[in-house]
C-alpha cells in the first residue's frame, strides 16, 4: 500500500536523496514504540539538488523555509496556500529544478499526501478513501510526468520520487503518526483499477 511504504521508509531510515541506505544497526535512536527516526531530513543535502542560494536566484518567488516552525504543528506552515508545506515545497523545487512537469507531479503528489494526514483525524472512512485515492491517482499522474509509456507504467524513478517526498512530509513524530491512522482507516478496502486512474495528466 502506498502510505504504508511510507512508513517502511522511516523504519528502514533510507535517504530522502537517494543517496545511502543504511542499515537498520546504524540508525540513531529510533523510537521504538512507532519506529520513528529523529532526524532532519529536510536538511539531508543531496548531490540531486541544487544549493539554496540557487534556489532563491531561480525561483525568488517561493515562500521562505519555516525552519523549525515548520515543525511545530501537524499542518506546518504554507505561506503561499499552494496545497503544499513550504519546506516541501523548497525541497521538491531544489530536486527538480529544470523538469517542470516532474516538479508539479511531485507538487501534487505532496499536496494530496498533506491533505489526508490533516485532515485525518476528522475525515470518515470514506472521506480517507477519497483522499487516498487521490494520492494514488497523483502517483499515476506522476509516471506521465517522469516519462512512463502509460499510467500503469512502473518506473523506478517514480517509486524513488514518491518515497523522497513521503520522506520529508513525515518529518516528526506527529505527521508519521498521522499517516499511520490513514493506513489503520484505509486498510481492507479494495481499490478499482478505475478508482486511481489519472484523470487529468500535468502537461
Ligand atoms: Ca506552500
Not at 528502514?12 to 537498520?24: Q, V
Not at 520513528?36 to 521562505?64: A, C, H, Q
Request: overall charge negative; hydrophobic content about 35%; aromatic content about 6%.
Amino acid at each position: 500500500m502506498l502510505m504504508l511504504s511510507s512508513v517502511l521508509v522511516l523504519l528502514c531510515g533510507c535517504s530522502g536523496g537517494g543517496g545511502s541506505t543504511p542499515s537498520a544497526e546504524e540508525e540513531p535512536n529510533p523510537d521504538p514504540t512507532t519506529g520513528f527516526v529523529p532526524e532532519n531530513p529536510g536538511e539531508d543535502p543531496s548531490p540531486d539538488m541544487i544549493p539554496v542560494d540557487e534556489l532563491d536566484r531561480l525561483f525568488p518567488n517561493l515562500p521562505p523555509d519555516p525552519g523549525e516552525a515548520g515543525k511545530q504543528t501537524l499542518e506546518g506552515i504554507d505561506a503561499d496556500g499552494d496545497g503544499v508545506r513550504d519546506d516541501v515545497q523548497r525541497w521538491i523545487y531544489r530536486r527538480y529544478p529544470n523538469d517542470e512537469l516532474k516538479r508539479k507531479a511531485m507538487l501534487r503528489y505532496a499536496k494530496a499526501l498533506q491533505a489526508s494526514i490533516v485532515n485525518v483525524d476528522r475525515d470518515s472512512r470514506d472521506q480517507v478513501r477519497a483522499r487516498v485515492l487521490d494520492g494514488f491517482r497523483a502517483e499515476r499522474c506522476a509516471r506521465l510526468a517522469f516519462g512512463g509509456v502509460d499510467q500503469f507504467d512502473l518506473i523506478d524513478e517514480v517509486a524513488e520520487a514518491v518515497r523522497e517526498v513521503q520522506f520529508q512530509m513525515l518529518n516528526t513524530q506527529e505527521r508519521v503518526i498521522a499517516d499511520l491512522t490513514v493506513d489503520a482507516k484505509f486498510s481492507g478496502q479494495v481499490v478499482g483499477a478505475e478508482e486511481s486512474t489519472c484523470t487529468d495528466p500535468i502537461r
